[in-house]
DNA sequence: GCTTAGGTACGAATGTCTACGTACCTTCGA
DNA sequence: TCGAAGGTACGTAGACATTCGTACCTAAGC
């Protein structure tokens, strides 16, 4: 289980950090999936659209979860992505409105 | 005057590019300082503090016209230089709050 | 007319992002 | 035990971003 880690504290997740992270369509994508469910259900890597190769998707997601915008857990087998919805509407009020609304 | 072109309407704005303008620290600072002075002042590309070249300097404010986030005017010697504050807080409200609440 | 200040255009160098293939790891199910 | 599924790590190739220097343009002041 390599770096499972790399996850900022709340206080940590940097402005510059998220909008460079939404600044791509696909991760965009991913968010916007992840704002859709109710609450912070825990999703797989592969559950959001085939799109790109494996590695691709690994770099991704890497992205978003240094950047402090989901939650990566390890469960062994898979990857068990969560969105900081908590922590994100308590440092950028607005921000998921913002992405939630697109399209 | 070239182009003092690449404003686009405000039904225009993406939210893809304004994310990837606000991405730059650079672009931020000025977005801020906009932000700052209350009304929609017009002020010249040179005023916001010295940084960089002269051709950088023209790089992010086209950038940032281009995405939508300011406005140029040719005042042919000079450029003045307003955020789009109106379009912005429309389009894609919170945002703005978000940027001046950075630091 | 000349110079200066504020800008743009263009090209080049450098750097960062994105995407991919390959190899490898871990667990689940046959 | 042997796949197959879900992921990571690493190296690499191409695309895009950032920065700069140089040359050029326009209006204002002398």
Redesign the pocket.
């Known amino acids: 289980?390599?770096?499972?880690e790399g996850h900022p504290e709340r206080s940590e997740i940097e402005l510059g950090a998220v909008l460079?992270a939404l600044?791509?369509p696909?991760?965009r994508t991913v968010i916007r999936e992840l704002l859709r469910a109710e609450d912070d259900v825990e999703?797989?890597?592969?559950?959001f659209g085939l799109?790109?190769?494996?590695?691709?998707?690994?770099?991704?997601?890497?992205?978003l979860?240094q950047a402090g915008l989901v939650r990566?857990v390890d469960?062994?087998?898979?990857?068990?992505?969560t969105l900081r919805r908590a922590d994100l509407a308590a440092r950028f009020p607005g921000l998921l409105e913002l992405i939630a609304g697109e399209r």
């Open positions: 289980m390599p770096d499972a460079s600044a791509d696909l991760r999703r797989t890597c592969t559950s799109w790109e190769s494996k590695s691709t998707r690994t770099h991704h997601f890497r992205v979860r990566q469960r062994g087998n898979m990857r068990g992505v």
